[in-house]
């Protein structure tokens, strides 16, 4: 557990250091300012399709880091290093998934609130939209830095790691857009589901890639 406190401590300031915390948040109040101009000023055309379009602009902000969460550490022979002290790549991948989530989703969130003022959201639909991204964000976290193990070392690493992410996070999309419209908490409970399954299995597959990427 020490180790995991380390290692997510570490990766949680590199990101800090590298404009991590806030380049998702300026990237969603940037495309929530600009939505109104694209599809005009009428507020109930806004407040229907609002949230779906911040859960689009969570997912994409969630990308932004992708290119920096593992090839940096593999070409500096970080994880080789890590690796030779015992600790297993499921552990790092665990560390890195929990500073990756800790990096943008609290902040994403919080930036949530301003952004839903400006698409006229109403305070029903704020609280189901938090609820949401609650849950769904760290299956977004899990999804970038899954993709991001399977192609360090690739040429164009960040823009093939986001091609690959946006087809896997269409079910979270449908299921997070969902629980705006869905008085039943059926598309919440789905959310919880997809976002635990990835959660769980991104430090195995991780770890299998990164060992894979080291033969």
Same mark, same amino acid.
């Given at each position: 557990m020490?180790?995991?406190?380390?290692?997510?401590?570490?990766?949680?300031?590199?990101?800090?250091?590298?404009?991590?915390?806030?380049?998702?948040v300026?990237?969603? #109040? *940037?495309?929530?300012? *600009?939505?109104?101009?694209?599809?005009?000023p009428?507020?109930?055309?806004?407040?229907?399709?609002?949230? %779906?379009?911040?859960?689009?602009?969570?997912l994409? $902000?969630?990308?932004?880091?992708?290119?920096?969460?593992? !090839?940096? @550490?593999r070409d500096?022979?970080?994880?080789d290093q890590? !690796?030779?002290r015992?600790?297993?790549?499921?552990?790092v991948?665990?560390?890195r998934l929990?500073?990756?989530w800790? %990096?943008?989703g609290?902040?994403?969130?919080i930036?949530?609130?301003?952004?839903?003022?400006?698409?006229?959201?109403?305070?029903?639909?704020?609280?189901?939209?938090?609820? %949401?991204?609650?849950i %769904?964000?760290?299956?977004?976290?899990?999804?970038?830095?899954?993709?991001?193990?399977?192609?360090?070392?690739?040429r164009?690493?960040?823009?093939?790691?986001? #091609?690959?992410? *946006?087809?896997? !996070?269409?079910? #979270?999309?449908?299921?997070?857009?969902?629980?705006l419209? @869905?008085?039943?908490?059926?598309?919440?409970?789905? *959310?919880?589901? $997809?976002?635990l399954?990835?959660?769980?299995?991104t430090?195995?597959?991780g770890? $299998?890639?990164?060992? $894979?990427?080291?033969?």
């Amino acid at each position: 557990m020490t180790i995991l406190l380390v290692l997510a401590a570490r990766d949680l300031r590199q990101s800090w250091q590298s404009a991590g915390l806030w380049l998702p948040v300026a990237f969603l #109040l *940037l495309v929530a300012s *600009l939505y109104p101009f694209a599809v005009g000023p009428d507020a109930a055309l806004l407040r229907r399709s609002g949230g %779906g379009m911040l859960w689009i602009a969570a997912l994409l $902000a969630s990308l932004l880091p992708v290119d920096r969460l593992v !090839a940096p @550490d593999r070409d500096a022979g970080v994880l080789d290093q890590i !690796a030779l002290r015992g600790i297993g790549e499921e552990t790092v991948v665990l560390a890195r998934l929990v500073a990756h989530w800790l %990096g943008f989703g609290p902040a994403l969130m919080i930036a949530t609130l301003p952004a839903a003022a400006l698409l006229k959201l109403d305070a029903a639909t704020i609280g189901l939209l938090e609820a %949401g991204l609650l849950i %769904g964000t760290p299956a977004l976290a899990a999804l970038g830095l899954l993709v991001a193990t399977l192609t360090a070392g690739l040429r164009s690493s960040g823009a093939l790691a986001g #091609l690959l992410a *946006l087809p896997l !996070a269409v079910p #979270l999309l449908i299921f997070g857009a969902g629980t705006l419209g @869905d008085g039943s908490g059926a598309a919440l409970k789905f *959310l919880g589901a $997809a976002s635990l399954l990835l959660v769980a299995i991104t430090p195995f597959a991780g770890g $299998a890639a990164i060992r $894979a990427g080291r033969e």
